[in-house]
């Protein structure tokens, strides 16, 4: 059995408290990975290992900082394979698909190569009579990430590299459920040359979660997971007076208009909502089908279903792997299996799917794709976020009841409009509530030099994830007010308030 331990200091330092937490192949439902849980203790050694670092590395020269960043960068680029076997191993999805989460980490890690631009400050001289004002930006301290379990190295990577970048120093709290990724890139940012303790990364649960949240050397704390634990760190993190950011979870939604190119649509409807088995915040898992399209986008998208072909990451022929758990799998299952009595129309069945060709397999956790149409918006398929392969489909008249439909739901993370009408689709950017929008592409996720993020129930705090926003998160600013007064120059006392001129 593996062991999974954390690495704190520049090290691996082993659990010492023997509680462990099973990591599973989901292809196969073995368990032959075991993660350490850490204590209260070790988290606090963790911490201390971050703020004695910061006491050099925050002042560590920018070229330095980046020189490292660079190094880094290539020694990801080298090991993309290794990191996404990893991923497969222990999260399922197909190896492309965990090459394309590496290469979406790396874009944050080349944006923090360029933190020298992003840091630059602002002078502004002769504001009085020999007087000049400039605005700096400063690292906080330690900071914190916790991550969830579907990007096993993408969300680590939102957030540390561009932290480290400012100067800070770092511990992440992976998912357990799949925590061999993130423990790599830390190994590897060692072997880049950053400095011991600079990236810490502690496995464990709630005991870990919960006492970063209360250590009084975390100054901030980036956090992205489910919605009622991402509500749950925003009010503790407050409560202890630190800078927080939480990103939660999505129910993101597609609006096919009658102009739109059926194929076009139907192709990107199906990669948005079974790829990655819809384990994906930005999953798409409602398309509303605007007019007298709906029955022929039905049978586009049902068609498609048919042919995808499911099973373990590591086959190049997969294109879906199973989810993560066997009881998320069931609970999935659960939604489909309810949603006739609630109104839908269930066009595909995927529950009791088995892969065939694969005998390991017999005990994975894998599910086929499912397609729901009609489906009301009072059912449960429609008002929970599924975080599986189950994609509903809702019949709208106009586009204002299909806007009106998707602004009234309490998430507000992504979002897509398939037209040919350039005009509609700026009326959408505009009334549409969310914050990542898509015109014909149906996964907006932002490049690395723009922000990520959700309004409503899929963000708490008020700056998104890495790019400007990200870079603001893990600083803080301080205005310089500066006269050097010639030998001759008398001020004399004046007790009023200082006046410009
Ligand atoms: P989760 O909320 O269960 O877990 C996220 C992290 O919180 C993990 O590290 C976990 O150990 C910790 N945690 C879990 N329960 C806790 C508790 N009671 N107290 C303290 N800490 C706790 O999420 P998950 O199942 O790992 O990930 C899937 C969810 O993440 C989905 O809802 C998905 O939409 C969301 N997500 C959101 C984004 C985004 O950018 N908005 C991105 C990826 C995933």
């Known amino acids: 059995m593996k062991t999974v331990n954390h690495w704190i200091g520049g090290k691996t330092v082993e659990g010492a408290t023997g509680a462990y937490g099973p990591v599973y192949n989901p292809a196969t439902g073995a368990q032959d990975t075991q993660v350490a849980l850490a204590s209260v203790e070790e988290v606090d050694a963790a911490v201390a290992a971050a703020k004695e670092a910061f006491r050099s590395w925050g002042t560590v020269s ?28 222990e999260h399922g999805k197909v190896h492309s698909d965990a090459l394309g989460e590496v ?20 002078l502004s001289t002769q504001v009085s009579t020999g007087v000049d004002v400039s605005s700096i930006r400063q690292p906080l301290g330690v900071v914190a990430g916790i991550t969830p379990f579907n ?57 870990a979660v919960d006492r970063l949240l209360e250590h009084p050397d975390i100054a901030a704390v980036s956090f992205v997971g489910s919605t009622p634990i991402a509500k749950y760190i925003q009010s503790k993190a407050i409560e202890h007076g630190k800078r927080v950011q939480a990103l939660g979870g999505a129910k993101n939604h597609m609006l ?24 994906r915040c930005m999953a798409v898992s409602v398309v509303v089908a605007v007019g007298d399209i709906g029955d022929d986008l039905v049978k586009k998208i049902a068609d498609r279903a048919a042919k995808l072909r499911i099973g373990p990451g590591n086959d190049p022929a997969s294109e ?68 599986g392969p189950v994609l509903c489909v809702v019949r709208a008249e106009t586009y204002d009841e299909a806007i009106e439909l998707i602004n009234s739901s309490n998430w507000g993370n ?52 890495y790019g400007n926003d990200g870079v603001h998160f893990y600083t803080r600013g301080k205005v310089v007010t500066t006269r050097w007064p010639e030998p001759s120059e008398e001020v004399g006392i004046n007790l009023g308030f200082p006046k410009n001129h």
């Not at 330095?64 to 191993?89: G, Q, V």
């Not at 102009?259 to 990669?271: K, Y």
Request: aromatic letters at 8%; a negative charge; glycine letters at 10%.
């Open 320 to 387: 879906m792997g199973p989810l993560i758990t066997k009881e998320h799998r069931d609970k999935v299952a659960g939604y489909v299996h309810g949603a006739a009595a609630q109104g839908a129309e269930v066009v595909v069945d995927g529950t009791g799917y088995t892969v065939e060709g694969h005998p390991e397999c017999a005990d994975g956790f894998f599910i086929g794709v499912s397609l729901l149409d009609k489906v009301p918006p009072t059912a449960d398929a429609y008002r929970d976020e599924i975080f």
């Open 256 to 279: 096919v208009l009658p102009d739109a190119d059926l194929d076009f649509a139907a192709d990107n409807a199906i990669n948005a909502a079974y790829g990655s088995a819809g384990e």
């Open 62 to 89: 920018l070229s330095k900082r980046t020189a490292i960043l660079y190094k880094y960068r290539e020694l990801l680029d080298a090991n993309r394979d290794e990191i996404a076997e990893l991923i497969t191993a």
């Open 151 to 207: 990007f096993p190295a993408m969300v680590p990577m939102w957030m540390f590299p561009v932290a480290i970048a400012c100067g800070n120093t770092f511990v992440l709290k992976p998912s357990e459920k799949d925590p061999s990724a993130s423990r790599r890139l830390a190994e590897l940012a060692t072997e880049a040359g950053l400095p011991d303790g600079v990236l810490n990364v502690v496995h464990g649960d709630k005991v």
């Open 414 to 465: 992504g979002t897509a409009i398939f037209t040919r009408d350039g005009g509609a689709a700026r009326r959408f950017q505009l009334e549409v509530e969310a914050g990542m929008v898509g015109v014909n592409v149906p996964i907006p996720v932002p490049v690395g030099y723009h922000s990520f993020g959700g309004w409503k129930d899929s963000l708490f705090g008020d700056h998104h994830i």
């Open 103 to 122: 290469a979406r980490g790396l874009e944050i890690v080349e944006l923090a190569c360029g933190i020298a631009e992003k840091l630059k400050g602002e």
